[in-house]
């Protein structure tokens, strides 16, 4: 299980809809009473244990490693498992994720500010995933290697959820950044990147959902965009880039006009695909939790 970009995950969703949220793998049963009607004082003392336990484990995740030389710092396993299951890459979504969870703590904690190394690393990172030539999705692709090569076996892929939600995270540091006073020029090339890419193509129905069992039109993957979207052409206003400013707030107003598709009347609930066009064709409750 990708632990670490689950748990990063649950966090970006939270900001999608704006719900505050406390997260992580549980390391032992809560012993006291239910906190609904006592032991207060145990709960925060686990609270601030699972806090500092989950912060270590995902911060143990991003290279460099002492145990892989060959890792791109920047680059965050899914998980260090090798085999049974292999899940030692870097997904798009996940790293992105992670990243935005570390912003995060740089925001609300200056002594935190020594993740900036990260952050750059992260940045670099990126740089050479945009730059590789060849690639069948391009910058839809899943996953990579931790040394930043491609990843050729077969997998759902085309998942554009992630440089969308890179896109938000880039563009959450540059703001970071501006507001100390500090250059943003390295970032927004990337960020105009991974944002006209899905300016582009999330009105398609090839896209690989997040469980990476379906294709078509997914709720999810478009909120992601269109929050992308949304806080680009507000970084891109700012920098009186107004082309493309215009440009991202022309596709939110298509994607708010889509978004209503996903409505099932006679259900009465949200689906999360519509237009299916290939994967799994088992899942019709269209009420899988993404």
Known sequence: MRVVGLLAGTLFVSQLVSIPVVVGERQKPFSGAHPLTGGKD???QWIRQQDAYSRAHIL????PFANDPSAMPGAVCASPSRS???YYYAWTRDSALVMNELLSWMEHNSSMSGLQRTLEDYVSFTR????LKGLRYGLAEAKFHMDGRPFT?????GQTDGPAIRGYTLTRYARYLMRQ???IEHLYALIRTDLDYVSSVWMQNWHCDIWEETR???FYTLMAQRRALTEGARLARMLEDYEAATGYEREIELMDRRLGDFWDERGGH???TIEWSGGLGSKHSQLDAQ
């Open 60 to 63: 143990s995740n991003i290279a």
């Open 128 to 131: 050479h995933l945009q730059g």
């Open 42 to 44: 145990e709960l925060e």
């Open 84 to 86: 049974h299951p292999d």
């Open 153 to 157: 076996k077969s997998w759902c892929n």
């Open 181 to 183: 006073g500090r250059d």
């Open 216 to 218: 078509g039109l997914h």
């Open 270 to 272: 949200v689906m999360t």
